[in-house]
């Protein structure tokens, strides 16, 4: 394929067909590859090649053919073969991508044609010129060997990175214009944006789908049964597209530890052998002993899991290949007989405590490979077995995210039997006991219904309101209250998280947003808080305090408190504190255990309102995006249609114009000839009353008189004519104003004039339907500052809508009915006393339903047939309107009833 510049090119109508269909499949269709089939078998017809095809790199920098169509299957196909990297040398790579090269070329003159987007060196645009050289043997070589004469290849870049490349085939030379060189490379850009699109897309499903994976999961450990962390365990492994996994726990259990306060529950791991482990799918040959407990699998993990500072978000150990890790040499022979490859290591971290691993397996795979060898391309399948399936960055991300849920819900089941045993173990032993672990476990289950209650809140507001009222009922104490530190480790009591029984409401609030300066937590930066410990006191007289802090509990009337930590994440974000005023209280064991339960369920709480939030942004963000993607759309189609339209109608204009000019200016002399001509005749006969037969029978043949008489009226009748059609002329010329692009005052009515003189050919009667009743209902204006050529265009969209409407509701009702417009113009001032111009443009058509009414102004929505119309006219008459020119634009209509259009214009445009 050549360059060319003959007049031999594609019509703008096949280009924007072309571009339409294929603008429309990438809106109709979120499948990339329904929309790059219909791209290359579009293109093709375009083009009428022999071949089109869609070329995919590969970022070993190989390639596949993606997408192809061939006319009647004159060449073999290429789809689905694979291509060495060497068949495209890095440097065409490299000119494809930083220079935006198109090339041509022609096997038969031996000439290649190369067209530069950009400047290869400094990236800058430069001309869209053609370079002519000599083409490489090899290439020429190579397109013969796959019996092509001519091609044009054309880059497709994503993320300004090459993606593929577009290449059309020929068997015989053939020219390529430059129309359609430019038509390929707005194809191309299409094509950009569907890829963009498709991955963005895709991004966002696979990530919807994790978070709806993580919050299945999530609800699945909340209810504790016996086989929930085995059903957690085979989701993740499905969830992650693993062949097998193993969920290893640590003994967990209890001890019971004196403190100054009486005797607290705490909860510590145990050196015995009481592990527990679940495993789904393939797994390694172990010895006896579960894997994780071996001294090759502690050795190989101990660089990665000892720190000084331990995360509640330990990172996952990713293994691609587990026999190319040194690490894991002592491991590998347990993998030998199983086709095991891949590994994902997860530490099961809660607080500064380890419970035990989450271990992930992928089998290795065999790739088969289609390859299009030389000379002759034909395919040659490749195997390569052994491969491993790598690890994303996605799954990571995931499995972080789930490993949080999961060593909650081992802790939480650990504790929740470990309690259970304790219980049982005390009713065997202490029988008047048993009121009091009744009391334990109504607090385990009211924890429960806080936890519920948390998490059906949305915000940290209702979430702590929630908790303190819960906690002030089932304690009965007097009053709970929550205390946050700032940066500098002062703080206040937040009013609105504040609980009191009946009798205290309203009385001595804890320094309502008041800022407290204890010197002790600023010092040591949140005390015995900051070790997760939590504080009870049953009489302030009798415990130890300094005599500063016994002061400051007088003056509020706090007799006994207790108070637990809230911890979100690692970092200490305040208090929960119980307050008894009236007399001093013994804080119970589990009183204290529940208090710290719920001030732990608290951060997990901010946690999750946290994550809910983020979760928000993001997903405004990404609409955020396609709505601005959809705009800059919708103002590139209306740039390109304004400019179009505008040069079209002002070449016809002037087009016209000459040849009318030279008719009317030749009208006057012509009627004076004429008279002349007509006096002389009429003198011969006056001289001459009595002429030849001949003369008279050719006279009466003729109809002499007739002519005489009619042929002024001819005369005036072009000229009529010929002035009605200047007065188009001036009315085209004045639609599009060229002239005009830049904003200016202009008289309104004149463009809505010109406007429906473009429009009669729609408003007149015709053989089967009457005319569309105009009625011009013209207030006084003063010249408006706005952009003639846009506004027209936005009048234009209006008015073509309205008849529209008034032409479907016309095939509905009948030759009775009769279509109306009626335009009203007036000036008027907003509140602030700003003057503008309103223009109201009304029709008794079909009218809009509220359903839909509220997305007219929407790009690409329309309610006609498809074909009718491109869901555009209102949406660009809005942005010109209300974007352009600051203005309003506001639709007022019911069913059956007609619709009004309101536009509001300043008279002036602000100065931005």
């Not at 002002?650 to 006096?679: D, K, M, Q």
Request: hydrophobic share 40%.
């Amino acid at each position: 394929m050549t360059a060319s510049t003959s007049t031999n090119r594609p019509s703008r109508l096949s280009l924007e067909g072309l571009l339409h269909r294929i603008t429309s499949r990438i809106l109709q269709s979120s499948e990339l590859q329904e929309i790059l089939a219909t791209t290359v078998a579009e293109v093709r017809a375009f083009l009428a090649s022999d071949r089109v095809l869609i070329y995919q790199f590969h970022p070993s920098e190989s390639g596949q053919v993606v997408a192809e169509s061939i006319q009647q299957e004159c060449l073999p196909s290429f789809l689905g073969l694979h291509f060495p990297a060497e068949d495209i040398p890095f440097e065409a790579r490299d000119r494809f991508s930083k220079a935006r090269v198109r090339s041509i070329v022609d096997v038969k003159s031996g000439q290649i044609g190369q067209s530069f987007l950009r400047d290869p060196n400094t990236g800058n645009i430069v001309p869209e010129e053609i370079q002519y050289r000599r083409v490489d043997a090899c290439h020429i070589q190579y397109l013969t060997a796959m019996g092509i004469q001519s091609s044009c290849v054309v880059p497709i870049l994503h993320a300004e990175q090459l993606w593929g490349l577009l290449v059309a085939h020929q068997r015989q030379p053939r020219a390529i214009t430059e129309d359609e060189l430019r038509a390929l490379q707005m194809v191309v850009d299409q094509l950009a944006v569907a890829i963009a699109q498709s991955y963005l897309l895709a991004q966002t499903q696979e990530k919807a789908q994790r978070e709806a994976t993580i919050n299945q999961i999530a609800s699945l450990l909340r209810y504790q049964t016996p086989t929930t962390l085995q059903t957690a365990l085979e989701t993740t492994v499905q969830a992650l597209q693993g062949s097998g996994g193993r969920l290893y726990l640590k003994p967990i259990a209890f001890e019971v530890q004196p403190s100054s306060t009486g005797h607290l529950v705490q909860c510590q791991e145990t050196q015995n052998d009481s592990a527990t482990l679940y495993t789904c799918g393939t797994q390694p040959q172990t010895p006896s002993q579960p894997l994780e407990q071996s001294s090759d699998w502690l050795n190989s993990l101990q660089p990665r899991t000892n720190s000084a500072e331990p995360s509640s978000h330990p990172t996952p150990w990713a293994i691609s290949d587990l026999y190319q890790v040194s690490e894991l040499q002592p491991l590998q022979p347990l993998f030998a007989s199983t086709p095991i490859r891949s590994l994902l290591i997860v530490p099961l971290q809660y607080g500064q405590r380890n419970l035990g691993y989450l271990t992930i397996f992928r089998d290795e795979i065999e790739l088969e490979i289609l390859w299009a060898t030389q000379p002759s391309f034909t395919p040659q399948k490749e195997i390569k077995p052994g491969q491993f399936q790598p690890w994303t960055p996605q799954d990571l991300e995931f499995v972080q995210g789930l490993t949080s849920h999961i060593a909650a819900a081992i802790l939480h089941q650990g504790i929740q039997g470990q309690w259970q045993a304790l219980n049982t173990h005390l009713e065997r032993q202490v029988e008047e006991r048993t009121a009091k672990l009744q009391q334990t476990t109504e607090q385990q289950q009211a924890l429960l219904e806080v936890v519920t209650r948390i998490r059906e809140s949305l915000t940290p507001e209702d979430v702590f309101r929630t908790a303190t009222q819960e906690v002030c009922h089932l304690l009965n104490v007097e009053r709970v209250a929550v205390y946050r530190f700032n940066e500098d480790w002062g703080g206040a009591f937040v009013h609105d998280f504040e609980s009191t029984t009946t009798e205290w409401q309203g009385k001595l609030r804890l320094g309502e947003n008041l800022v407290w300066d204890d010197t002790y937590l600023q010092i040591s930066q949140g005390g015995r808080y900051r070790n997760n410990e939590t504080f009870a006191v049953d009489d302030i007289r009798l415990a130890g305090l300094y005599p500063c802090h016994v002061d400051i509990l007088k003056q509020f009337c706090i007799q006994s408190f207790a108070i637990a930590p809230i911890f979100v994440g690692q970092k200490l974000w305040g208090l929960l504190g119980a307050y008894q005023h009236s007399t001093t209280r013994a804080w119970e064991v589990s009183d204290v255990q529940f208090l710290a339960q719920t001030a732990a369920q608290l951060g997990m709480a901010l946690q999750q309102a946290d994550l809910l939030l983020q979760t928000q942004q993001q997903a405004q963000q990404l609409s955020q995006a396609l709505k601005d993607l959809q705009k800059t759309q919708t103002q590139l189609i209306q740039t390109e249609k304004i400019s179009s339209l505008g040069q079209l109608v002002a070449g016809i204009a002037h087009e016209i114009n000459n040849p009318v000019n030279f008719i009317y200016g030749n009208l006057t002399p012509a009627r004076e000839y004429t008279e002349e001509l007509l006096s002389l005749l009429l003198l011969y006969q006056q001289e001459c009353p009595n002429p030849s037969p001949d003369i008279r029978e050719r006279m009466e043949m003729m109809d002499l008189g007739f002519i005489a008489e009619d042929l002024p009226k001819l005369l005036c009748s072009m000229e009529v004519g010929a002035d009605r059609i200047r007065q188009i002329i001036l009315s085209l010329l004045n639609f599009s104003r060229l002239d005009q692009a830049e904003r200016k005052f202009v008289d309104i009515h004149e463009g809505i004039e010109s406007t429906l003189t473009i429009l009669h050919h729609r408003l007149k009667a015709k053989s089967n339907t009457s005319q569309i009743q105009v009625i011009k209902e013209y207030g006084n204006l003063p010249p408006v500052e706005c952009y003639p050529s846009e506004l027209n265009q936005a009048l234009m969209n209006l008015l073509s809508n309205s008849i529209d409407a008034i032409e479907s509701c016309r095939q509905s009702s009948g030759a009775a009915y009769q279509g109306q417009i009626i335009i009203q113009t007036a000036i008027a001032q907003s509140p602030e006393r700003v003057p503008y111009v309103t223009i109201r443009m009304a029709d008794n058509g079909l009218g809009i339903s509220e359903a839909i009414k509220h997305r007219i102004f929407d790009p690409f929505f329309t309610t006609k047939p498809v074909g009718k119309g491109t869901g555009l006219g209102l949406s660009i008459a809005y942005q010109i309107i209300v974007d352009k020119h600051h203005g309003h634009l506001e639709c007022k209509s019911r069913l059956q009833q007609g619709a009004e259009f309101q536009i509001e214009i300043p008279l002036k445009q602000p100065v931005i």
